[in-house]
């Protein structure tokens, strides 16, 4: 269900929550406040569902450490599992253990292995190259996960081949020459299996990269096959400068160009997917506070839910990377505006 929060209400739960968080990190000021007040009519009356990224497959203990330090359950915990590996194999536990907190599953569900001993590149895996799904090379594996969802009977997210606009991973366009129209395939195949399994209870999640190339839309299963469009997106700071990616960016400069496009290509609801900031180059806490309770709510009123990364990986995403930032990021995961849910319908 959604939140009930009224427009006045909601809106005095934002901007107290950024007041707060400014009195910690950096003052917000009289000016910030009179413009938001000025732009809240474009901010929806529903808070939207926060979310979190942790890899329960490795410990359920990492749920429980996040929960501590923010003192309260996310509307949504996401996790990876991998098909050619072990923790992709269907694990009915995992899900249970999110559901029976109340909390919405979101499996990113990646068709590789990471860990890959055929001596080529990681994202050059041809058992796992698009073509390889839409000709059954994959149904044993599909129809377990389908069965096993559809056992479920709960509202799970399944995000498959997350960020095909990049040439990171084998589902890539453009990767083991794969094309948008074979992801296009992929996807509705998959979706066909689901189906047949009775796996109503499933919610397609089809998320591109953000600060990427937007022209995406060739590989857009299309409204009858996705019920949320997405996007993942970080503000690297000058952690990967041997990458070209070494300047700090707003949360705005990040998603907005991707959020547009979004708009522009389907109707169903937005989500973030995948969210975080790195702590070199600026300062995360006070972007952490922008980006919640300015940014979002201001300039990005269709999105729903927002997923924050909450791993060691490239760079120390977590919401502890620092005193400052755990302490902005409970704040904003407290406030009225995080408090929404997705709901059993998009």
Request: glycine share 10%.
């Amino acid at each position: 269900m959604r939140g009930v929060l009224n427009r006045r209400t909601f809106s005095a739960g934002v901007l107290a929550g950024a007041a707060l968080i400014g009195q910690n990190i950096r003052t917000i000021s009289a000016r910030e406040i009179a413009q938001s007040r000025a732009k809240m009519q474009a901010v929806p009356a529903d808070p939207i569902a926060l979310g979190l990224m942790v890899e329960i497959v490795q410990s359920t203990a990492n749920l429980d450490q996040v929960v501590a330090q923010i003192g309260r359950e996310p509307a949504i915990v996401m996790f990876h599992t991998h098909w050619g590996n072990e923790s992709g194999i269907f694990n009915q536990s995992l899900f249970e253990f999110v559901l029976e907190r109340g909390v919405t599953p979101l499996v990113t569900w990646e068709p590789w292995r990471p860990l890959y001993a055929g001596g080529l590149a990681v994202s050059e895996q041809p058992d796992f190259a698009l073509r390889t799904i839409a000709a059954g090379q994959h149904d044993a594996y599909i129809e377990s996960w389908a069965n096993g969802i559809a056992a479920l009977g709960e509202i799970v997210l399944v995000r498959f081949g997350h960020e095909m606009n990049g040439d990171w991973y084998p589902w890539g366009i453009g990767v083991n020459g794969n094309t948008a129209s074979d992801f296009v395939e992929a996807w509705r195949y998959l979706h066909a299996k689901f189906e047949a399994a009775g796996a109503t209870n499933v919610r397609w999640v089809w998320t591109p990269i953000a600060g990427g190339s937007t022209q995406f839309d060739e590989s857009f299963p299309g409204d009858a096959y996705v019920d949320y469009v997405g996007m993942s997106g970080f503000n690297w700071g000058t952690t990967q400068q041997a990458w070209g990616v070494g300047v700090w960016e707003t949360f705005e400069e990040i998603f907005t160009p991707t959020y547009e496009a979004l708009q522009d290509l389907s109707d169903k609801p937005i989500i973030i997917a995948e969210m975080a900031s790195a702590e070199q180059g600026g300062d995360k806490a006070a972007w952490i506070t922008e980006s919640f309770l300015l940014q979002l709510p201001l300039s990005f009123p269709e999105i729903r839910a927002v997923v924050w990364f909450n791993i060691v990986k490239e760079t120390d995403w977590r919401i502890d990377s620092s005193p400052e930032s755990l302490r902005a990021f409970v704040t904003v995961a407290n406030s009225a505006y995080l408090a929404g849910e997705l709901g059993a319908e998009p």
